[in-house]
């Protein structure tokens, strides 16, 4: 007989349910893909407000006189670019070859006290490699499984929170500034989100997470799902762990460079020898297809009737009304590309990345 693997939940997994929501197992959590309509969630997010539960994703506090020493060689971003507390930065964790272990972001709260919140997915190899490592430095690792993450995205998402905080968390949040965070209380908020919007991520303990939720959908924040996240991240041209990156692409590769900081030659960071002096011989860029059928992830692509690579990450886009994708290809191929779907060959633009940001057509056709 089959082992029944028992997924966990999340504090917010009632109020799915009381939302009508679609439950699908997800990186080992039991979590919304929609609450019926996905691109209407899209569209709310866009257009308006809503709210995601990501309490699936892993929090570690790492405190101590070293902390610092100890994330400037973990991890491939320089935490020393933060200019003083209360700021957040999209960073890196890599492996020994260069590989991307994780992409995650890291909260600066004190000079003995950062915060990392890392992808559910990578909990165990994020979590290994942290507890490797403290051991060499005067730090103290914990894991936060006592809180929820709720993410408030969208052009009115700060105004609409605004108005369900308590009034000194809310005059704290209204000042934060992009990539900004702070802690007040028993709230933990930042400027930060996953969808080329406006809006906060609020990580608080469970038992405050459900009254929260009901408060932010009281005041018209809709609650959105892993599928309208994926296509909002999509737009954005924000990658997705394991589709647009993973531990065999380097940073080059899936188009994250600009989050590896070479400025201090005496930092040695992991995996810096190895991306410091290898040549980039793939690259990721962003497709549009406005023909029939869905740009669709591991679709292969075609350059001069030889297959080039594949989609790495595609779906129809609610924003554009046609279908978009991100691909690696090599760096040499710049026009003339097809892709496979179901067996014919059909041409696709090669454009720049973010297709969409702030609810706004950005993307060039290279």
């Known amino acids: 007989m089959a082992e029944v693997k028992i997924l966990n939940k999340t504090p917010l997994y009632n109020c799915h349910l009381a939302a009508g929501a679609k439950m699908v197992p997800f990186c080992s959590w039991s979590m919304p893909i929609n609450y019926g309509s996905q691109i209407e969630e899209h569209n709310a997010v866009r257009q308006n407000a809503g709210m995601f539960d990501v309490s699936h994703m892993a929090i570690f506090d790492i405190k101590g006189p070293e902390v610092q020493k100890l994330l400037r060689f973990l991890l491939a971003n320089d935490i020393s670019k933060l200019k003083g507390p209360g700021r957040a930065q999209y960073t890196l964790m890599l492996n020994e070859s260069g590989g ?4 995650l ?3 600066y709260i004190d000079d003995q006290n950062y915060r990392i ?3 559910a997915g990578t909990h165990d190899k994020v ?5 490797s490592q403290v051991q060499n430095f005067d730090v103290k690792l914990t894991e936060d499984k006592d809180s929820a993450i709720i993410a408030i995205q969208g052009p009115k998402a700060c105004k609409l929170a605004h108005s369900v905080l308590p009034d000194q968390i809310r005059d704290v949040a209204s ?8 802690k007040v209380d028993d709230y933990f908020i930042s400027r930060t989100g996953y969808t080329g919007e406006d809006g906060f991520e609020i990580i608080i303990p469970a038992d405050k997470s459900e009254k929260l939720w009901n408060n932010l959908l009281n005041v018209g924040v809709n609650p959105a799902g892993l599928g309208a996240r994926d296509t909002l991240r999509l737009e954005a041209g924000l990658n997705l762990y394991g589709n647009d990156m993973d531990e065999s692409t380097t940073p080059d590769e899936s188009n994250l460079s600009w989050v590896v900081s070479f400025d201090d030659p005496d930092r040695n960071f992991i995996g810096r020898s190895v991306i410091e002096n290898k040549e980039q011989t793939h690259k990721l860029v962003g497709l549009v297809f406005q023909g029939a059928g869905i740009l669709r992830a591991h679709q292969k692509l075609i350059h001069n009737e030889q297959e080039i690579g594949e989609i790495t990450s595609g779906s129809y886009s609610p924003t554009l009304e046609f279908s978009v994708a991100m691909a690696r290809i090599p760096v040499a191929v710049e026009k003339e590309i097809f892709v496979n779907i179901r ?5 696709v633009k090669l454009v720049s990345l973010p297709f969409v940001r702030r609810g706004e057509v950005v993307y060039k056709e290279l």
């Open 343 to 347: 067996g014919k060959h059909q041409p």
């Open 175 to 182: 000042a934060l500034k992009f990539f900004q965070c702070a």
């Open 100 to 103: 991307v272990i994780d992409d």
């Open 127 to 131: 979590a290994a490699l942290l507890s």
């Open 105 to 107: 972001l890291v909260y």
């Open 117 to 119: 919140v890392s992808n």
